[in-house]
């Protein structure tokens, strides 16, 4: 596992406050992993029909090439260009040209400004899962540091990884375990026990304890697996539902990025973004990386699933 998974990023723009933070995630990451990243900006027209909107386009394209200019500065291997048309086939449509191993984009854009729905570009992106795709919300919390270091720089230490033990959320847990070596960071494996439903006895009491008993058990397991990986890892197990869980372990491990499958074992429908991957996305402090089709080098070696057992009868 000595080959990054993030060898190209394409970061999508529109110059609004959640994208130029998300600038900051994308350099951090193309300087981290060595990776080559691409700028790209979209415009509804190809043509300014008016003198405001010609000086609003001279007005981006400054924007561009300052930003391009600073990263190139800094070390980063960039491109930039401007594109016209539906910013996210537009986006799709460059990732599959480049080859793109992360897509990196904000939250919320200059026509998406309330908290609480997903952004229209962000949706049709992550939905179509080309491969992972890095979300940035503006900080909503002043528990949520957001990668900030004390130093007003962006840093990623500590990743929450969700895992339910379904195929995808072990592909995704596999990302994250080589991500969280590459950028020297700790990982959280954090699993969500969904409440029961009715009267409680003796008997449901300890079933509900043997559950979760057998579910420490294989966290024990992947745990000891990532540490002989020389990644820093622990596990986490809570009750309730497991957006709220995420969320609220995210926060109090001081996490600086969520990486998490868009489908879990109760996704159905491969075509759209999970229940729970949507309700992170929605309400996250912290930048988010959603990974539906995973791209690992072809000569990669798949340590999690290779290492693990099938889940053991009577768990849910």
Not at 82 to 102: E, F, K, M, S, Y
Not at 119 to 124: A, H, I, K, M, N
Not at 192 to 204: A, D, F, K, M, Y
Request: hydrophobic fraction near 40%; proline fraction near 4%; charge should be negative.
């Amino acid at each position: 596992m000595k080959q990054s998974n993030v060898e190209r990023i394409l970061l999508a723009t529109d110059f609004s406050d959640s994208a130029v933070l998300t600038h900051d995630y994308a350099e951090y990451l193309a300087l981290s992993l060595s990776a080559s990243l691409d700028i790209l900006y979209v415009s509804e027209s190809a043509r300014a029909s008016s003198g405001a909107e010609l000086a609003a386009q001279q007005h981006v394209q400054t924007l561009l090439h300052t930003l391009h200019d600073r990263m190139r500065e800094h070390g980063v291997r960039v491109t930039a260009r401007w594109v016209a048309g539906n910013p996210g086939a537009q986006i799709l449509t460059a990732a599959r040209q480049l080859d793109a191993d992360v897509i990196a984009m904000g939250m919320q854009g200059h026509t998406q400004v309330s908290y609480g729905l997903l952004g229209s570009t962000v949706e049709p992106v992550t939905r179509a899962g080309y491969c992972p795709v890095l979300t940035v919300p503006l900080p909503q919390k002043e528990a949520s540091s957001c990668g900030m270091t004390s130093t007003g720089t962006i840093g990623i230490r500590r990743i929450l990884a969700p895992i339910d033990f379904s195929t995808p959320s072990l592909d995704s847990l596999e990302y994250a375990v080589k991500l969280a070596q590459d950028l020297a960071a700790d990982l959280v494996l954090l699993h969500v026990l969904e409440p029961e439903h009715g009267g409680w006895n003796l008997t449901r009491m300890e079933e509900a304890e043997r559950i979760r008993s057998s579910w420490e058990g294989r966290l024990r397991e992947l745990v000891e697996i990532i540490k002989s990986l020389a990644v820093s890892a622990t596990y986490d197990i809570r009750g309730g539902q497991p957006p709220d869980s995420i969320l609220a372990g995210a926060l109090q491990h001081k996490c600086d990025l969520i990486v998490i499958g868009t489908h879990g074992r109760q996704g159905r429908d491969r075509a759209n973004v999970g229940s729970v991957a949507e309700a992170v996305l929605k309400q996250t402090a912290c930048p988010v990386l959603t990974v539906k089709n995973p791209k690992f080098p072809s000569d990669g070696r798949r340590i999690i699933s290779g290492a693990l057992s099938q889940p053991n009868a009577g768990t849910h």
